[in-house]
């Protein structure tokens, strides 16, 4: 049973009631008032987040004892290396069997985070963390008691040791802007500048900043911002590796596509219907996948010129919701894709079909991103339950439930990194978890 899910057991037990709550364990109804009321807080909405609460707490307790089920049946690595052995299971599917027990079995502790300003260390609530190609740093937007954000980057050389510490350095000059979307960008060398979307009083703000801002080099030496200009308000980023469209990045307005070259400053403009919440340049041609908020997906080839109308869009697909992440997957044949309505689709791009749909995911009106490793051959995304998902590439079959180590809430949605490399090509394989001002690892061996 997905533990986000409400529970099927009352309607078994009793029958609903209209306005009325069967509570199990009692044996017997309690009456239910609207909204919320002091001398009576029993309201469905507090029913709910208790059963959930419950929920969460038995998952975490069955992690601690290393009580957890492999989803399959029959599935341990005795009988896969037998099977291996006797030539029954390929090579492609013995590792991704393989993989699936890694994902089971890892177990979560928590990382030590040292800053240089020990005053502000642990104290903000991370926001988004986005790692770059390497997973050797990782990008950190942590929200502000008085409001705003502040950034910062996290150096992950720290995993490989004995002792899980990481070393994070933030620069507190930009602190008032709130953020909607980042990216890595490559402008001198891979993932060494970043871009930054989002809100700094009205309009919004794009900037460009060197990552070199974030590190414990002498303050005199660090170079200054890139790029920045006001937009309206901004919901996504993406930069291009295409050298066909060298140096340019893209940002998802309302209701628009602009597109910036950062070396000549020219700009291209795509008028949409709707606001772009999510971005992604392809790789071996100059082509931008945009996800909207009417549910559409559609493809803008950057190099030519945008023309009025509508005829500049080459792909479209379309969600029966909001389409709040995009993936394009590395041979580009196919895209995976998440929208509000907590549905999970991977898209053929050259037939425009839907031909795998992953089930579980819970969102409402989040803008939750997808993390997608071809090379281990797992989906993973965070639901606005909190609850961290795993999934098998190949089939859809979900792997496994992660529950958050804090209480459900709006405000503690966990911002996660997976990779077989943390720290860099000799670092360790995981998940890294942020969630309030805790940083978890979730060992992957």
Known sequence: EDPSSSSSTQNSVAPELPGFYYDPEKNRYFRLLPGHNNHNPLTKDSIQHKAMECKRLRLLEEEEKQNLKTTRAGLNSSVLL???????????SYCRLVHELKVNSMQRRKIEIHSPDSSVAGTNNFKIIVADVA???????????????????????????????????????????????????????????LCLMGIAETPGCASLLPA?????????????????????????????????????????LTRRVLVTNVVTGHRQTF????????????????????????????????????????????IRLFHGSAVTSIHLMEAEHY?????????????????????????GHHNEY?????????????????????????????????LRTIPSPHPSSKDAIPSVVFSSRLGGNRGVPGLLMAVKQDLYHFSYN
Not at 82 to 92: M, N, P
Not at 273 to 299: H, K, M, W
Not at 336 to 359: E, H, P
């Open 366 to 398: 989040a803008l939750l991103p997808l993390h997608v490793n071809e090379e281990e051959g797992l989906l993973i995304a965070v639901g606005q339950d909190c609850y961290t998902r795993i999934w098998s590439l190949q089939d859809a079959h979900l």
């Open 135 to 193: 997973c050797e740093r990782i990008f950190t937007v942590n929200d502000v008691e008085h409001g705003g954000c502040k950034y910062g980057i996290i150096n992950l050389s720290g995993l490989g040791k004995e002792s899980l510490t990481v070393e994070m350095y933030d620069n507190l000059y930009f602190t008032n802007r709130k953020v909607n979307s980042v990216c890595w960008a490559s402008l001198t060398h891979p993932d060494s500048h």
């Open 335 to 359: 895209l995976m894709a998440a929208d509000m309505a907590g549905k999970i689709k991977l898209w053929d791009l050259r037939t425009t079909k839907c031909v795998k749909q992953y089930k």
């Open 212 to 252: 070199s801002l974030f590190s414990s080099t002498n303050p005199g030496d660090r170079p200054g911002m890139l790029c920045s200009f006001k937009i309206s308000t901004a919901w996504s980023c993406a930069w291009c590796l295409n050298p066909q469209a060298d140096n340019c990045f893209s940002t998802g």
């Open 82 to 92: 037998q099977k291996r052995q006797l030539g029954l299971l390929s090579s492609t």
């Open 271 to 314: 008028g949409t219907s709707s606001d772009v919440l999510a971005q992604q340049f392809a790789t071996q041609t100059p082509v931008l996948y945009n996800g909207c908020r009417s549910g559409e997906i559609f493809s803008i080839d950057v190099r030519q010129r945008n023309r009025k109308g509508q005829s500049w869009k080459a």
